[in-house]
């Protein structure tokens, strides 16, 4: 089955910094490719995706860049702020159909002022 | 609209114990899932529903059953709760399109002692 890694656990960066996480999949059939965010004790939200047929997406501070040939995906932060400070998922499908998604264990940010 | 909700916030079992966790959602969303969330583990999918009376596993669906009696109710049972359950447990749905967003419930944080 699809399995995916997330690196680094963790990440501590100044304010101002740019901050990458990135993640490696096995199933090369996989097209979806989405980023979550999770606050100190709230449910995780959508931030931003991207599909298989393209390679980057912006979002103003945020970006996810994809390379299919390697297996790997990554969220690009930039201009970090202290509100950034969350934890992080990349997911993948879970299966071929696309019905479900699986996360990776997680990153978390810590941004310092 | 209130979205994902979940039933109970907090419960604290016996080993042995059952019980079930209710997930409702008011978005007429087709998919549902059930995931749970550990220390240093992420999310792992334990089982999922592609529709009213469909159910299928996930990752790690032992020791839970799950029922979609209505499109809008997910429930996830433990019919002789152990402490390796001790977790916080988030509800999920979406639409078909597979690179639809998830939206979370606010978790029902379990403990079993």
């Known amino acids: 089955g699809e399995n995916v890694e997330q690196h680094p656990s963790t990440l501590s960066v100044q304010e101002g910094d740019s901050a990458v996480i990135k993640c490696t999949y096995s199933?090369?059939?996989?097209?979806?490719f989405p980023w979550y965010k999770q606050e100190l004790g709230k449910r995780p939200q959508l931030i931003i995706d991207?599909?298989?047929?393209?390679g980057e997406k912006k979002d103003q501070r945020i970006a996810v860049t994809l390379n299919k040939t390697a297996k790997h995906f990554s969220l690009h932060i930039t201009e970090t702020q202290p509100e950034d400070s969350a934890v992080y998922f990349c997911?993948?499908?879970?299966?071929?159909?696309?019905?479900?998604?699986?996360f990776g264990k997680g990153t978390t940010l810590s941004v310092s002022s | 609209n209130a979205g994902v909700t979940q039933t109970p916030k907090f419960r604290v079992l016996k080993t042995g114990q059952s019980m079930t966790l209710l997930c409702a959602q008011d978005?007429?969303?087709?998919?549902m899932y059930w995931y749970r969330q550990d220390p240093g583990m992420g999310l792992r999918l334990i089982h999922y529903?592609?529709?009213?009376?469909?159910?299928a596993k996930g990752e790690v669906p032992d020791g839970y059953n799950v029922s979609r009696l209505k499109k809008q109710n997910f429930l996830l049972g433990l019919e002789s709760a152990a402490p390796s359950q001790t977790s916080v447990y988030f509800c999920?749905?979406?639409?078909?399109?597979?690179?639809?967003?998830?939206?979370f419930g606010p978790g029902t944080r379990l403990t079993v002692t």
């Open positions: 978005m007429n969303h087709e998919y």
């Open positions: 199933d090369s059939a996989s097209n979806y």
């Open positions: 529903s592609v529709g009213e009376g469909t159910t």
């Open positions: 991207i599909r298989s047929n393209v």
């Open positions: 999920a749905s979406r639409y078909v399109l597979a690179s639809s967003e998830q939206y």
């Open positions: 997911a993948v499908p879970f299966n071929q159909a696309g019905t479900a998604l699986i």
